[in-house]
């Protein structure tokens, strides 16, 4: 990648609308090879998808959980499990394993605690688990998907 690439990301990922004419206007570019460099970075899978980011609040899941999960169960049975059981929970917005005390990290969004008991026991249902701690957002200070362009 270079210079011109980086930049097309940057304003991509800010606005991933930007007419293709408006986007070759600011890198200094016509609009073919513009065109162009933007099909490689897809076709490359630097970028993955252009998606609509919605506001969690007016879609009623305002409330964020972090999801601490230890398991006492370190085989490729459980995490086969544990996958399926989050995979098709729509609350679960992101997940990750982890190194050091916690096995994963759940980033749920959901309306209340209320609901994010039910999304709770509906995880202990399908899947045994050691230990879950759950801590609730109080603010969010800086959220971004742009990822750093260097």
Known sequence: MDAIDKRLLELLQKD?????AELAQR???SQTPCWKRVQKLKESGVIRAQVALCDARRLGV????FVAVRTNQHNAAWSKQFLAAIEF??????????????DYLLKVVVSDI??????YQELIREVSLFDVSSSFAM?????STALPVR
Request: without cysteine; hydrophobic residues 40%; proline residues 5%.
């Open 16 to 20: 991933a609308t930007i007419p293709i």
């Open 27 to 29: 890198v200094n570019l």
């Open 62 to 65: 305002g409330t964020t959980v």
């Open 89 to 102: 929970v729509p609350e679960i917005v992101e997940a990750y394993r982890m190194s050091g005390e916690v």
């Open 114 to 119: 209320d609901d994010y008991d039910r999304v």
């Open 139 to 143: 603010e969010q200070i800086k959220y």
